[in-house]
């Protein structure tokens, strides 16, 4: 199996802080409006693995419960919103910094290329051939279809926010409107499922109420020899530690209302176990630069400039250190299916 630690990136360029104070705040708002909404509780039962074995891990802003379970480690929201409803509604949290034309490419050079490079990586580690299909879900603002397409592989997204939708196909992609609900039947997507040869679930499967629902449901329908790439927020991790210190701070990582779970290695290989065999996995995070940011966005204090960009620009290697320690807060997983 491969493994890799550590990815070099550039914050700057994406966003600034004042940029990030914005994002909290928009979180913030939607954490507020969408607290509770249906009333739905876990019953303290881990949604990852069933077990009982839970306690409380914190009390995250506006009372958001989050429980660390002791079978798998990961942690889960306790009191949910009103998933669907949230999804569909623009501008839940900051999935406007996906549709800003202004740092598209940025974002499809620094965060996404790299992956599509691994992928790729892997599959010709292992002797899987890409030429045909990747498909996308949850594609957000199309990233990683740019990316894909840079490799003339043919890409296609499924995303529900309709601003995103919209945005996407402006630039030409191919994209399936839907909501992956497991429960319903969805032919469209299901044939696109289907013939894939890579279907990819970044950053998507913290946000599904049944993530075992999910995974089940791609098994069912992609073909044998297909490869599922998933990626999720990694417990335990620095921003983990981050989010814990600054509970007001709720635009990374652990990001109530949207973030259901935050999921440990051990739970990623207990969700795939008997469906998909992991080929190869890959650390990263910004658990660093939210030890240095997350003072700065939370008190609005005058910054050092010069004294943060020469922090900042330890940042790759320190982050690097982290993750080889079991620190990422990010993970990157490929998997075949068997």
Not at 23 to 41: S, T
Not at 163 to 173: H, T, V
Not at 293 to 322: G, T
Request: hydrophobic residues 40%; contains cysteine.
């Amino acid at each position: 199996m491969i493994e890799r630690y550590g990815k070099d990136i550039e914050m700057q360029k994406i966003r600034s802080l004042d940029d990030e104070r914005k994002y909290n705040e928009r979180a913030i708002a939607a954490a507020d409006a969408f607290y509770a909404g249906d009333g739905c509780k876990s019953g303290s039962i881990c949604r990852i693995c069933g077990s009982k074995e839970t306690s409380l891990y914190f009390e995250a802003y506006d009372g958001y419960l989050y429980y660390e379970c002791s079978n798998c480690g990961s942690l889960f929201l306790d009191n949910l919103p009103k998933l669907e409803e949230m999804y569909r509604t623009d501008n839940v949290s900051n999935t406007r910094a996906y549709i800003d034309e202004k740092i598209f490419e940025e974002r499809v050079r620094q965060l996404q290329s790299p992956k599509v490079d691994f992928v790729l990586e892997v599959c010709a580690e292992h002797d899987i051939k890409m030429s045909t299909v990747w498909v996308d879900v949850g594609a957000g603002g199309g990233q990683i279809l740019a990316a894909v397409q840079k490799k003339n592989i043919m890409a296609y997204g499924v995303e529900s926010d309709q601003a995103e939708i919209e945005f996407m196909r402006s630039k030409g992609f191919s994209v399936l409107d839907a909501y992956v609900d497991p429960q319903e039947k969805n032919e469209a997507l299901e044939e696109l499922l289907a013939k894939a040869d890579v279907v990819s679930f970044m950053m998507v499967l913290e946000h599904v109420k049944s993530p075992t629902d999910v995974v089940d449901y791609f098994y069912r329908f992609m073909k044998p020899g297909a490869v599922l790439v998933l990626e999720v927020p990694r417990h335990p991790s620095v921003a983990s530690f981050a989010n814990l210190a600054y509970k007001n701070i709720v635009y990374r990582h652990i990001t109530v209302p949207v973030h259901l779970q935050i999921f440990t290695e051990k739970a990623i290989s207990m969700l795939l176990r008997g469906r998909f065999k992991i080929l190869g996995k890959w650390g990263y995070g910004e658990g660093f630069s939210d030890l240095v940011k997350f003072p700065l966005i939370s008190n609005h204090v005058k910054v050092d400039y010069r004294l943060y960009d020469m922090i900042m620009n330890e940042n790759n290697d320190i982050q690097r250190l982290l993750d080889e320690a079991g620190l990422s807060d990010m993970m990157l997983f490929v998997a075949v299916k068997e």
